[in-house]
């Protein structure tokens, strides 16, 4: 069974950084794309980036320019810095991987962006 565990969340006043961190087991990780994913309060779990097993990458709208996906094959996890932080990015982030056409989710960090 795919287990991905997320860390690095927490309260941050806003303008401020975090980097949170997914780290993957029993997948062959670096063949496969991963992805970041939020949801706030009320609202429907919503992509924020991607990242191929090239290094290519895709961002929502809402975090172009401030979050930045990586990967460390070597250590099995991918990373989101989150840079400039708002209130609006206050939600629990998941990370998620496709196998099979079966998405396995994290258990998810909470983030949250308040002075």
């Keep these: ?30 063949t496969y794309t991963m992805g970041w994913y939020r949801q706030a309060p009320g609202k429907q779990r919503e992509l924020v980036a991607t990242i191929t097993t090239g290094n290519s990458t895709n961002y929502a709208d809402s975090v172009k320019g401030r979050f930045t996906i990586s990967r460390d094959n070597a250590k099995n996890t991918v990373y989101l810095q989150m840079n400039t932080l708002k209130p609006e990015d206050t939600a629990v982030y998941y990370c998620k991987v496709q196998l099979r056409s079966y998405d396995y989710w994290g258990q998810g960090t909470q983030v949250t962006v308040s002075s």
């Design 1 to 30: 069974q795919v287990q991905l565990v997320e860390s690095g969340g927490g309260l941050v006043q806003p303008g401020g950084s975090l980097r949170l961190s997914c780290a993957a087991s029993r997948l062959i990780f670096s």
